[in-house]
């Protein structure tokens, strides 16, 4: 089946720790993003990438960082520098073509700092 | 910052009513398109409008669109238990492409 899985479902991390979210999609899209939601919030946006190799910073980029090094993957690392890292983190991709943005969204990982 | 701004913030009606919520943006924008999230899921896409478009439909919903005004509502008619969930806009500005930004959300309950 085509889709975006994001893994793991939960992570748990010490205060101080990097830990990286994993961003798969087998849509053949181009453009993928990444997400934050705080409980009963909206979305905000932390990077974006519009291709392999090329990313740009969302609203909320500080204490993150981002690859692209394949069109399929666009893993999310939340650094130690991520002051309040507990939150509800989405991942998306869009074909972005014909003037369709239409985002495909995966399922989610929830982070929390222990 | 957020390009588009839900209200309201929460709504509570009875199974068989309409739902109107809408959303406010600050920047010109290509596209806006309404999402739906149950809790503690991913968005699913429910409808795009595109700038030269006033109004739009797709089976029980409306979503109009006022470039004017920066104003989108999403009608949801004869709604349903099942529709409870919260509803976002989202926007691509002109000059951001691949851009996607989204509201707070309105957080409907829709009570049987």
């Known amino acids: 089946d085509g889709g975006i899985t994001q893994s793991p479902k939960y992570l748990f991390r010490k205060e101080g720790q990097n830990v990286t979210l994993s961003c798969e999609q087998n849509?053949?899209?181009?453009?993928m993003y990444w997400y934050r939601q705080d409980p009963g919030q909206g979305l905000r946006l932390i990077y974006y990438?519009?291709?392999?190799?090329d990313f740009q910073k969302g609203d909320i980029a500080e204490g993150y960082s981002v690859s692209r090094e394949k069109k399929e993957s666009f893993p999310l690392t939340v650094t130690s520098a991520q002051k309040n890292p507990t939150a509800f983190y989405l991942c998306?991709?869009?074909?972005w073509g014909q003037g369709n943005t239409e985002a495909f969204f995966g399922q989610g990982t929830r982070l929390t700092v222990v | 910052s957020q390009q588009g701004e839900e209200d309201p913030q929460a709504l509570s009606i009875q199974e068989g009513e309409n739902a109107t919520m809408n959303c406010s943006y600050k920047t010109s924008i290509n596209n806006l398109q309404w999402y739906r999230q149950n809790s503690g899921r991913g968005l699913v896409h429910l409808i795009l409008?595109?700038?030269?478009?006033r109004e739009k439909h797709s089976g029980r919903l409306r979503v109009t669109l006022d470039t004017s005004k920066k104003s989108s509502s999403l009608l949801i008619t004869a709604s349903r238990a099942a529709d409870t969930a919260s509803y976002f806009c989202a926007t691509d500005g002109l000059d951001s492409s691949y851009k996607l930004i989204f509201g707070s959300g309105t957080r409907l309950l829709v009570r049987p």
């Open positions: 998306a991709s869009s074909s």
């Open positions: 990438s519009q291709i392999v190799n």
């Open positions: 849509l053949n899209h181009d453009a």
């Open positions: 409008i595109r700038s030269n478009e």
